[in-house]
C-alpha cells in the first residue's frame, strides 16, 4: 500500500507515471490521485483509470541536524511562546503538507538575526488555529505567560493572526501589574515563501521583548506594506483591520506605541505607556463565560436579546450604531423592553461602537439618554467592542455587584479607555 | 566550418521552450493583461529571505546576501495591479479562459491533457514574483506536432504567471514593474527531437503559428523563446533573448560552432544559459539553475481538465488555404489576412455582403490601412470591426463607390464622415459634365479630361463608367 510521500508508479490502461504520491486535501472532491512528478509538477489522476500502483521507494522523513544556539550573558533572555498560526509552521516540500514544530534553534536558524538581539528560549505551549481559540484557552495562555515570566526579560508570543487581538485585550486584563513587555506577533503569509512578513514581524517583536523599555501587552506587526517598520500597539488599542494584508493590525483610538525598526531601532510614537518595573505580576485570569457580543443592524430581531437573558447571560455588549444607539422606535424591532427586560434581571449591558473609531456618547440624542438614563446601559466610552467584550467578561468573572460592573467598566485599566482623542489616530 | 556540417553525426540535440503570452485577463486576479509605461502611482519595498529546503536547512550563502540589507523595490500601477501582484491579497481562483485557451493549444499539438490541473509553486528568489514563487500548472503533456522532417514530440504544456520586468539593479536594491507579473503565460516545451538550426526555426514557426491561432497576444514581449542544445562531447546550454524567429537558426549554427571549437581546443564547456546578441552570437547569462523546488500552492483550488466543450479555431495555415483555395485571394495577401486580427471580420463580412468580392475585402481589411499609412501618414489601426462593417455595408449596396475606399476610411477614423460627402451624382449629370468637359477642354487628352472629371468629383463617381461615357462622347 503506497503512503503519502512514498515514490511510486502508477499504471493505467495506457499510460505510467513514476511520482512521489501526495496528500489529498480533506474535503476535495474524491477519486482523484496525485503524483508529483520528477519534472516538480503535480498531476491529478482520476482513479477510475489506475490499474495498479507499485511502491518503488518508501519515504523516510529527514531528520536534519540543528545548529546549537549559544548563550550570551550579556544579552536579555526572550522566550517565545508560540500557540500555532502560520508563523510557527513549517511545510514540508516532499509532501506540501503544513506541520508546527518550532523549537528555540528553528527560530533562530530562521532569523539569526535574534542570536544578536537576545538569548532565545522557545516553547510551544499549544497549537491552536486563530479561529478555535475560546475563553479557556485564554486562561491557559496567561497561566503560561504568568511561568514563563520570572525566567525572562521579555516575551513574544504568536499565534494565528485572526483572534490576536481578542487575545492581547484578554493578556491586557488577565495579567495585572507586568513589569515586562509582552508582545504578541503572528504573520499574514506563509513562511515558505522568502517574502513572508514572518520574519521581520519575528525580529522586531523579539527586538521589543528584549530592550524596549514598556510593561504592558501589545502586538507587533508590519505598520506598512513595506518591510521596513512594525508597529508595536497597545493589545487593548488594536484590531485586526484586514483580511490580507501584512499591515492588517492597527490601532484605533490612540497612535501606536513604537515603531520598531528589524535593525533593533525603537521610536516611540505614543510616551503613554507603563515603564519597566520589579513588579511582580498578578495573574487573574477568571473570566465568565456568559457574556455576549451582539452587532446591532437595521432589521435585526431583538429577541436575540431575550435569547441571551435566557440562557443566564450575565453581560451582553451591543456593538451599536455610531454614537451608541439601537433601534427603539417601532414596536416590532425595539430592543427596549429586551434591555428593560435585561436591566431587571442585572444583566450589564455595556454599549460600544460598531464604527470602532470614535467615542460612544450617553446624552446627545434623546434616545441614547432612553438607554443611557432610562436603562442603565453602560457607555464604554471609546473602547473597541471587542476590548469591551473581554473587558466585561473578565470583570463579571470578578463581581456580579451591577454597580462595581458599572464602575470597573469605566475605569480605564489597561489603556483601554482613551480620554483624549488626536486626529491623526482616525485611520492610521 | 562552411561546409554544411552533418548535425546527425556530431550528436546534435535541442529542444525548444516557448512562453507566450495569453490575451485574457491575469492568471489569478481580475487585472487587465497590460504592459504599458504608465508613472507609477505604487512603489513598495520588500525583502526576500532564504527558507529552509527539503533538509529543512537553509542556505547559508544566500542568507548572507540578505543579511547585507539588499532589498527589492517593486513598482505598479493601480490600472493593471491590485493586491494580488503585490501579494498582500491570495490569489482568486485560476483563470478559466486561461485554461481554455492552453487545452484548445494543447489539443492543436495532439497533446493529452491531465484530469486535474494541480497549480504549484515554483520558488524563484530574483525577486520577480513578489511572493517569492511563480505559480504554475502542468495541463497536458506528451503531444506532438509534424514538421519537414518528422514528428517533433511535445514533452510538457503548461499555463503559468509571467514574471515582474526589471527595470533598474543597484548595489542596494533590484527594482521590478508589475504590470507583467501574472499576465497568463502557455509554456510549451518540445523533447530534444530538433534536427538542425534550420529545423528548429521550423518548430518555432509552426509551434508560433498554432498559438497565433489561439486566443493569445501580439507585438513584442509577448512571445519568448528559448532554445537548448547540445552535441556529443559538449554541454547543454539554453539560450534565451532571441530577437526574432530568423535569428533562431543562425544563433545556434553559432552556439554549435562554438562548441565545436572548444571541443577542439580540449577545453570544458559549462552547462549554462547563455543569452543571444544581435551579432547571433551568444554571451554567458547565468549557470544553469538547479531543478527548481515546486509545492503545491494550497490557495488555490486544482481544476478538473477536459477537452469537452473546448472550441477549436482553424490553424492560421488552413486559414491561409481555405482563403487561397475558395476565396481565390492571392497567396500573400491571404497570409497577410489569416496571420491578421481582421481574419474573422474577414470572414463575418464575406457572409453579410453578397455583392462584394473577397480580394476587394481582403484589400480593405488588410492592404487598405498600409497603404492609408504609407500615403497619408495616418494610423487607423484604431478603427473598430463595427466601423469596418458599414463601409462596407455602403459599398455593397452602392452607397459609395469603391474608388473612395481609402478617403472614407481616413474620414471614420477622424469621426469626420458623413455620407451625403459620397453620394453619387445622378447618371444624366455624368453624362452633361462628360459632355461639357469635351466641349470646354477642345484638344484635350481622354487621360486628362478623365483626370479633370474625377479630380471634380473624387470618390463620387466610379472611374470606369467616366471612361466609358468619355469615349462614348469624343
Known amino acids: ?428 | 566550418m562552411d561546409e554544411k556540417k552533418d548535425y546527425k553525426k556530431i550528436g546534435f540535440r535541442c529542444g525548444i521552450e516557448i512562453h507566450q503570452q495569453l490575451d485574457t485577463h491575469k492568471l489569478f486576479c481580475k487585472c487587465p493583461s497590460i504592459v504599458h509605461d504608465n508613472n507609477p502611482d505604487i512603489t513598495f519595498t520588500r525583502k526576500l529571505r532564504p527558507v529552509a529546503g527539503e533538509t529543512g536547512e537553509i542556505d547559508a550563502a544566500a542568507m548572507h546576501e540578505v543579511l547585507k540589507g539588499k532589498y527589492y523595490a517593486y513598482e505598479a500601477c493601480s490600472t493593471s495591479s491590485c493586491l494580488v501582484e503585490m501579494d498582500e491579497e491570495p490569489p482568486h481562483p485560476i483563470n478559466e479562459e486561461a485554461v481554455r485557451i492552453v487545452l484548445e493549444a494543447a489539443q492543436h499539438m495532439n497533446a493529452k491533457i491531465v484530469d486535474e490541473i494541480q497549480v504549484m509553486r515554483k520558488t524563484v528568489i530574483d525577486g520577480s514574483n513578489v511572493s517569492g514563487f511563480q505559480r504554475t500548472a502542468l495541463v497536458a503533456y506528451n503531444g506532438h506536432i509534424e514538421t519537414s522532417k518528422g514528428i517533433v514530440r511535445i514533452q510538457s504544456i503548461c499555463v503559468e504567471e509571467d514574471a515582474a520586468k526589471k527595470i533598474e539593479t543597484t548595489k542596494e536594491y533590484t527594482k521590478y514593474r508589475l504590470d507583467r507579473l501574472g499576465i497568463p503565460l502557455i509554456e510549451i516545451a518540445t523533447d530534444p527531437d530538433i534536427k538542425d538550426p534550420e529545423h528548429a526555426k521550423e518548430v518555432a514557426e509552426k509551434l508560433g503559428m498554432i498559438l497565433r491561432s489561439t486566443k493569445v497576444k501580439r507585438g513584442i514581449g509577448s512571445i519568448r523563446q528559448d532554445v537548448n542544445i547540445s552535441i556529443r562531447g559538449g554541454a547543454r546550454t539554453e539560450i534565451k533573448g532571441f530577437q526574432d524567429l530568423k535569428s533562431i537558426q543562425k544563433v545556434i549554427e553559432k552556439e554549435v560552432d562554438r562548441q565545436i571549437e572548444l571541443i577542439r581546443k580540449g577545453k570544458k564547456i559549462n552547462q549554462e544559459v547563455r543569452k543571444a546578441k544581435p551579432d547571433f552570437t551568444t554571451s554567458f547569462l547565468r549557470p544553469m539553475p538547479g531543478a527548481a523546488r515546486m509545492y503545491p500552492e494550497t490557495d488555490v483550488l486544482p481544476v478538473k481538465a477536459s477537452f469537452d466543450g473546448i472550441e477549436m479555431s482553424e490553424l492560421i495555415e488552413d486559414k491561409i488555404k481555405r482563403y487561397v483555395g475558395k476565396n481565390k485571394i492571392s497567396p500573400d495577401l491571404a497570409k497577410a489576412l489569416a496571420k491578421s486580427d481582421k481574419a474573422d471580420l474577414f470572414d463575418n463580412a464575406m457572409k453579410k455582403f453578397k455583392n462584394l468580392k473577397s480580394p476587394f475585402v481582403a484589400e480593405t481589411l488588410v492592404s487598405a490601412p498600409r497603404e492609408i499609412r504609407r500615403k497619408y501618414n495616418i494610423d487607423i489601426s484604431s478603427m473598430a470591426d463595427k466601423d469596418y462593417i458599414k463601409i462596407l455595408d455602403y459599398i455593397d449596396k452602392g452607397m459609395i463607390p469603391k474608388d473612395a475606399m481609402l478617403e472614407v476610411m481616413i474620414d471614420f477614423t477622424k469621426g469626420k464622415f458623413d455620407i451625403s460627402k459620397y453620394k453619387g451624382i445622378s447618371e444624366e449629370d455624368l453624362e452633361k459634365e462628360v459632355k461639357d468637359a469635351i466641349i470646354n477642354n477642345k484638344g484635350a487628352s481622354t487621360g486628362a479630361l478623365m483626370g479633370m472629371i474625377m479630380a471634380k468629383f473624387r470618390g463620387k463617381v466610379d472611374g470606369k463608367r467616366v471612361m466609358e461615357l468619355l469615349n462614348k462622347f469624343s
Open chain 1, 1 to 428: 500500500m503506497a503512503k503519502e510521500g512514498d515514490y511510486i508508479r502508477i499504471i493505467t490502461e495506457d499510460e505510467e507515471f513514476k511520482g512521489i504520491l501526495m496528500p489529498r486535501p480533506e474535503l476535495l472532491e474524491k477519486g482523484i490521485k496525485v503524483i508529483k512528478l520528477d519534472t516538480g509538477y503535480n498531476l491529478g489522476i482520476d482513479e477510475k483509470r489506475i490499474k495498479k500502483i507499485e511502491v518503488i521507494e518508501k519515504y523516510t522523513p529527514k531528520v536534519h541536524k540543528k545548529r546549537k544556539i549559544s548563550f550570551n550573558k550579556k544579552l536579555p533572555t526572550v522566550s517565545i511562546i508560540s500557540l500555532g498560526g502560520t508563523i510557527s509552521s513549517k511545510i514540508d516540500y516532499r509532501t506540501g503538507g503544513v506541520y508546527a514544530d518550532y523549537t528555540a534553534e528553528d527560530f533562530v536558524e530562521m532569523c539569526p538575526e535574534l542570536e544578536k538581539v537576545a538569548n532565545i528560549r522557545a516553547r510551544k505551549a499549544l497549537s491552536l488555529m486563530s479561529e478555535d481559540i475560546n475563553p479557556n484557552d485564554w486562561k491557559d495562555i496567561a497561566k503560561i505567560i504568568f511561568d514563563e515570566l520570572k525566567t525572562c526579560d521579555g516575551i513574544v508570543v504568536t499565534q494565528g493572526t485572526d483572534t490576536l487581538h481578542f487575545t492581547t485585550a484578554a493578556m491586557s486584563f488577565f495579567l495585572k501589574d507586568l513589569g515586562k513587555p509582552v508582545i504578541f506577533t503572528a504573520s499574514q503569509r506563509s513562511i515558505d515563501r522568502g517574502s513572508s512578513d514572518a520574519f521581520m514581524n519575528l525580529i522586531c517583536a523579539v527586538s521589543a521583548a528584549a530592550k524596549f523599555d514598556f510593561a504592558g501587552v501589545a502586538s507587533c506587526l508590519h505598520g506598512t506594506l513595506n518591510d521596513d517598520y512594525c508597529i508595536l500597539n497597545r493589545g487593548v488599542k488594536v484590531r485586526k483591520m484586514h483580511t490580507s494584508r501584512r499591515d492588517a493590525f492597527r490601532p484605533v483610538n490612540e497612535m501606536p506605541l513604537a515603531k520598531v525598526f528589524p535593525d533593533g531601532k525603537i521610536e516611540v510614537l505614543n510616551k503613554d505607556y507603563k515603564k519597566r518595573s520589579g513588579n511582580d505580576c498578578i495573574l487573574d485570569n477568571k473570566f465568565e463565560e456568559k457574556t455576549a457580543l451582539i452587532t446591532i443592524y437595521p432589521g435585526m430581531d431583538p429577541e436575540i436579546i431575550d435569547f441571551y437573558i435566557r440562557k443566564g447571560y450575565k453581560g451582553i455588549v451591543l456593538a451599536a450604531t455610531a454614537l451608541g444607539h439601537v433601534p427603539v422606535l417601532v414596536k416590532k424591532y425595539s430592543l427596549e423592553q429586551y434591555l428593560k427586560k435585561a436591566y431587571d434581571k442585572g444583566v450589564a449591558v455595556v454599549i460600544a461602537s460598531q464604527t470602532l473609531y470614535g467615542r460612544t456618547h450617553p446624552y446627545v440624542y434623546s434616545n441614547l439618554r432612553k438607554l443611557s438614563i432610562g436603562l442603565r446601559c453602560i457607555y464604554a466610552e471609546d473602547m473597541l467592542p471587542e476590548t469591551a467584550y473581554i473587558k466585561l467578561g473578565w470583570v463579571l468573572g470578578n463581581t456580579n455587584d451591577i454597580a462595581e460592573v458599572r464602575r470597573m467598566m469605566l475605569e480605564n485599566i489597561a489603556g483601554e479607555i482613551n480620554m483624549r482623542h488626536q486626529p491623526s489616530s482616525f485611520l492610521y
